[in-house]
């Protein structure tokens, strides 16, 4: 059953719609598709869908612990989605649109571009999608545990960059957005735009689920030079993307001149600023301000600095304009979330 309730975040939305938990939805299944075998469609499962949503939202299960959405959907009143989820990886290719999202108290923007959402749901984990009417999104989305990605697919998790073993391992609630291959980009079409149904359409989907999963382990080792190699950038633009986000990660406290950095890349400003976003679906004055507001966040919860220190050390020159891009960017205050942490 959905309880429909008021927020208790501010989405601009007087509704929230409290979904069941994920493993709840995962145990339902069976007893949902006894009657319809394939994808179901969520409004037939429950009404209030249609209120909020028109277009596609279809669930299915390929294995008895996963749950998968595909989605077509646009969004017609302002309202969000809380899901407790824990113990599960979550993955979403987004081929078009999307929605802002929070993974805890991480929060993810709606970037717009194609790309690839890894999240994690540790204990009393949950997830929020805030949706906005007349926003569209293309994607598809599951919730696995990560024993079924070690068994099922050979995930070898020290294989993994440092930066997401937490994730994989699923070590605590939050997520990160990668870039997507132009392979994954054609699976993930595929499934949506698939022409079955019944146990067609199981049969089709669970070789796609495989083949999308097999495909995005294998990216998850490398992930910059698998996106970089799979949508034959030259040499030259991988290069200069390389250099980009490396000046962004270990500069991320410095003014940033975008004039500057093309002409360190060899490439011209408007160019740089297209292909940046189109490599990893947000722009670079996103990707930088996500830099600064992650690292704020973890000097915050250390303790160690008062909040003047705090902004400084991550590119802001008063408190004051600090305050405000942490409480815009975290919906708190930097002095909230202290408290939070340490209550």
Known sequence: MIDI???????????NVVAQSAASQIQAYPRWAETTPGPIPL?????ETKTYLSGKLDIWQPYEECLVSIRDQQTLKNHSV???????VGLEFILEGGYEQWYGDHRILNAQNARITLSSYSQNGFQTKILRAGEQVKSVALWIPASCLIKEYGLEI??????IQPIVAVEETTAATFPMSSTIKRITSEMLHHPFSGQMANKYLRAKFDELLCQTVVNLYDLENAYL??????KRKSAAMAKVIEHLNL???DPL?????AEAVGICRSNLSSMFKSTYGVGISEYLLTQRMEKARELI??????MLEVALAVGYNAQSSFTRAYKKFYQQSPTADRKICYS
């Open 229 to 234: 190699q799979d949508n034959n950038l030259s």
């Open 5 to 15: 309730r008021t927020s208790g975040i501010d989405v601009c939305s007087p509704k």
């Open 82 to 88: 809380s899901t407790p989820i824990e113990g599960f």
């Open 158 to 163: 020290d294989r993994v960059p440092g930066s």
């Open 251 to 253: 500069h991320y406290c």
């Open 257 to 261: 001149s975008i004039e500057q950095l």
């Open 301 to 306: 919860r250390q303790g160690k600095m008062n």
């Open 43 to 47: 409004s037939a499962l429950f009404s």
